[in-house]
């Protein structure tokens, strides 16, 4: 079982709503990768950050989407209003460093169904 | 930038035969290949890793060797189960520079029958 602990598992949410998910990375692992898996199944990464600090983020997140991974909580993304091609789940990942070598261990995903 | 290509999306097979899964890549740096298998509703886990050029690497009855002259890690298995039936991704990060995503393939969707 995955040791990254993303919630909640399902949501579902109306155009123009915010969506708000929720990840726990590993204990130890302090670099956090967001993911979206479409319905293809096409990965698009999002954004990361080691500890606190964004490192680097798409241009799609910088407008609507927000993260943030404060000490001592869930790691979080949210969408400030979703939209229909919004619907797909997001992968939350975890590692132990920055370098290549290092695996990134994933969650189960949130999926976001947009109506 | 980085790419990796994953030519079938779904192979079908009879439990018992062999199964190739290709994986090719194009990156200006030196590479580090990965296999990410994802069952029905889990999160995608780790299968197989590798940086180092011409040497097999092994785990759960499968295997990939890094070709570096040819860019390729394919994903192999001697003889598949019902369990195997799962989506594959290869996976692709940079051993350099400052943008160390994870930059993955359309994956494989792998079917096995009974």
């Known amino acids: 079982n995955s040791k990254v602990i993303q919630t909640p598992r399902y949501l579902v949410k109306g155009q123009g709503q915010k969506a708000k998910m929720r990840c726990i990375p590993e204990?130890?692992?302090?670099?956090v990768f967001w993911y979206q898996q479409n319905k293809n199944n096409e990965f698009k990464f999002l954004i990361n950050?080691?500890?606190?600090?964004?490192?680097?983020q798409i241009d799609m997140t910088e407008k609507r989407f927000s993260a943030e991974c404060p000490s001592n909580s869930p790691c979080s993304l949210e969408i400030q209003s979703s939209e229909a091609g919004d619907s797909a789940l997001y992968l939350c990942?975890?590692?132990?460093?920055?370098?290549?070598?290092?695996?990134?261990?994933f969650g189960a995903g949130t999926r976001l169904s947009v109506l | 930038g980085d790419s990796v290509t994953q030519t079938e999306g779904l192979v079908t097979l009879t439990k018992g035969l062999p199964v190739m899964l290709n994986c090719t890549y194009q990156?200006?740096?030196?590479?580090?290949l990965f296999w990410y298998v994802q069952h029905l509703n889990e999160a995608p886990k780790l299968l197989l890793k590798?940086?180092?050029?011409?040497k097999r690497t092994e785990h759960q009855g499968f295997y990939a060797t890094l070709h570096k002259s040819s860019s390729s890690f394919h994903l192999q298995k001697s003889s598949v189960q019902l369990s195997d039936s799962a989506l594959y991704f290869c996976?692709?990060?940079?051993?350099?520079?400052?943008?160390?995503?994870?930059?993955f393939g359309a994956g494989t969707r792998l079917a096995v029958c009974p």
């Open positions: 990156t200006t740096y030196s590479p580090f």
């Open positions: 950050f080691q500890n606190q600090e964004v490192l680097q």
């Open positions: 204990k130890g692992h302090p670099v």
């Open positions: 590798s940086s180092t050029d011409n």
């Open positions: 996976a692709l990060r940079e051993l350099s520079g400052s943008f160390n995503k994870l930059t």
């Open positions: 990942a975890s590692s132990r460093d920055w370098g290549s070598q290092n695996t990134l261990y």
